[in-house]
């Protein structure tokens, strides 16, 4: 029996158009933070660190430390990576990289990998293997446009996709504000400033925000526990353990608001934020600890259970940022015994500010601490809290 043709033909597949992303847009060390975001799952790093943004990158933008179990322990591999946001990049160019990274008679890292947004020849990609092998280095790879244009269009990197060029190949991203803060007055500051902030394209409407300390919630529960026959934990035990906040509207440009919060250890923080916006609700997890006496940190934002029910093939993952250097800690089972020193919320003259931190002026604004970079910029942090301050918009 001969089948209808009409019967034989496959549905027709939809097909997804995907635009040349301009990288030019980017300034460099946007570009650079880019990089240290898509390289984060090329292998299991012990340190990723951004040697760029510091100053002093001694040929490279960064460094990163893989630690490889070999029969003898555990061996340390250092890699070199280097971010060129360059639209060509000759023979002769890829080699004065290479010798600015490597200089004759110094130790070959371990690893090199050469990133920028552009196509190499053949004539290029001989000489960077050719040179990298003579300098002994053991394993080398070549990143042009193509390969982080794929990188960039796998679903697990929309949310890199969307917050650096403003591009999402799941539709719009939604409006909601989230939370996360920094330290009140200084670094080391006991105090903090938790601000609400925007994030997405258009203005988010009628949020509400419920704010809780994990640290304080889990010892609450461990006395609930320990005390079954009583209702509720002493009104003393943590002091208070969660905010409610309504945001009628909070603009992209703007601070949707702030609110000031102390931490029971300012080193070793865990929150969970409830939010609910007209666009949909959303679950915040934001966690900080002081790693090297460096404030490191891990922030996701989800949709929340019915989104995820309804669209069960979709990504849940709305945003999210870790630094390499992140240290997961433990809850808190007791309240710490140290009391920490007060530090004036104020601007303090002749003060170098570690970063992040924010003061309140005498008008009462808020203003965060920065450092200027070599190209102009302004840092308000290390990793991602730099990423964190700035708006989370169509391009942040």
């Given at each position: 029996?001969?089948?209808?043709?009409?019967?034989?033909?496959?549905?027709?597949?939809?097909?997804?158009?995907?635009?040349?992303?301009?990288?030019?847009?980017?300034?460099?060390?946007?570009?650079?933070?880019?990089?240290?975001?898509?390289?984060?799952d090329?292998?299991?790093?012990?340190?990723?660190?951004?040697?760029?943004?510091?100053?002093?990158?001694?040929?490279?933008?960064?460094?990163?430390?893989?630690?490889?179990?070999?029969?003898?322990?555990?061996?340390?591999?250092?890699?070199?990576?280097?971010?060129?946001?360059?639209?060509?990049?000759?023979?002769?160019?890829?080699?004065?990289?290479?010798?600015?990274?490597?200089?004759?008679?110094?130790?070959?890292?371990?690893?090199?990998?050469?990133?920028?947004?552009?196509?190499?020849?053949?004539?290029?990609?001989?000489?960077?293997?050719?040179?990298?092998?003579?300098?002994?280095?053991?394993?080398f790879?070549?990143?042009?446009?193509?390969?982080?244009?794929?990188?960039?269009?796998?679903?697990?990197?929309?949310?890199?996709?969307?917050?650096?060029?403003?591009?999402?190949?799941?539709?719009?991203?939604?409006?909601?504000?989230?939370?996360?803060?920094?330290?009140?007055?200084?670094?080391?500051?006991p105090?903090?400033?938790?601000?609400?902030?925007?994030?997405?394209?258009?203005?988010?409407?009628?949020?509400?925000?419920?704010?809780?300390?994990?640290?304080?919630?889990?010892?609450?529960?461990?006395?609930?526990?320990?005390?079954?026959?009583e209702?509720?934990?002493?009104?003393?035990?943590?002091?208070?353990?969660?905010?409610?906040?309504?945001?009628?509207?909070?603009?992209?440009?703007?601070?949707?608001?702030?609110?000031?919060?102390?931490?029971?250890?300012p080193?070793?923080?865990?929150?969970?934020i409830?939010?609910?916006?007209?666009?949909?609700?959303?679950?915040?997890?934001?966690?900080?600890?002081?790693?090297?006496?460096?404030?490191?940190t891990?922030?996701?934002?989800?949709?929340?259970?019915?989104?995820?029910?309804?669209?069960?093939?979709?990504?849940?993952l709305?945003?999210?940022?870790?630094?390499?250097?992140?240290?997961?800690?433990?809850?808190?089972?007791?309240?710490?015994?140290?009391?920490?020193?007060?530090?004036?919320?104020?601007?303090?003259?002749?003060?170098?500010?570690?970063?992040?931190?924010?003061?309140?002026?005498?008008?009462?604004?808020?203003?965060?601490?920065?450092?200027h970079?070599?190209?102009?910029?302004?840092?308000?942090?290390?990793?991602?809290?730099?990423?964190?301050?700035?708006?989370?918009?169509?391009?942040?």
């Amino acid at each position: 029996m001969v089948k209808n043709k009409s019967t034989m033909a496959s549905k027709p597949k939809p097909t997804r158009t995907t635009n040349p992303l301009h990288f030019e847009d980017l300034e460099p060390h946007r570009f650079e933070d880019l990089t240290r975001q898509l390289v984060r799952d090329f292998r299991s790093w012990q340190k990723l660190e951004p040697t760029g943004r510091l100053g002093a990158d001694d040929g490279y933008d960064v460094r990163g430390i893989e630690a490889v179990a070999v029969p003898s322990g555990i061996e340390e591999r250092v890699w070199q990576i280097q971010c060129k946001r360059e639209k060509s990049i000759t023979p002769k160019e890829l080699g004065e990289y290479i010798d600015e990274m490597i200089p004759p008679g110094t130790t070959a890292p371990y690893g090199v990998l050469l990133v920028a947004p552009c196509d190499f020849s053949k004539r290029a990609r001989d000489l960077f293997r050719n040179e990298l092998q003579k300098r002994s280095v053991r394993e080398f790879y070549l990143w042009g446009k193509a390969d982080l244009e794929d990188l960039l269009y796998q679903r697990k990197n929309d949310h890199l996709l969307y917050s650096y060029f403003g591009i999402s190949l799941h539709g719009a991203k939604p409006s909601l504000v989230f939370v996360v803060g920094v330290p009140l007055g200084d670094n080391r500051s006991p105090d903090w400033l938790m601000m609400v902030k925007h994030y997405g394209p258009e203005p988010a409407y009628n949020c509400h925000v419920n704010f809780y300390d994990k640290d304080r919630k889990n010892i609450e529960h461990d006395w609930l526990v320990k005390h079954p026959q009583e209702p509720y934990p002493p009104a003393g035990l943590v002091s208070k353990s969660q905010l409610q906040l309504h945001i009628p509207e909070a603009d992209p440009p703007g601070l949707a608001g702030s609110f000031r919060w102390t931490p029971l250890d300012p080193d070793r923080q865990h929150y969970s934020i409830s939010i609910s916006c007209r666009a949909g609700i959303f679950e915040e997890n934001w966690e900080v600890t002081r790693v090297n006496g460096v404030l490191r940190t891990k922030i996701s934002i989800e949709h929340g259970p019915l989104w995820k029910e309804k669209n069960p093939d979709s990504e849940t993952l709305v945003f999210s940022c870790s630094d390499p250097e992140f240290v997961p800690m433990p809850l808190l089972t007791e309240v710490p015994a140290a009391k920490l020193i007060p530090v004036h919320p104020g601007w303090k003259p002749n003060h170098q500010f570690g970063l992040p931190a924010a003061i309140i002026d005498p008008n009462a604004n808020i203003q965060l601490a920065g450092m200027h970079l070599p190209d102009g910029s302004m840092s308000c942090g290390p990793g991602c809290w730099d990423r964190l301050l700035r708006h989370q918009g169509n391009k942040v």
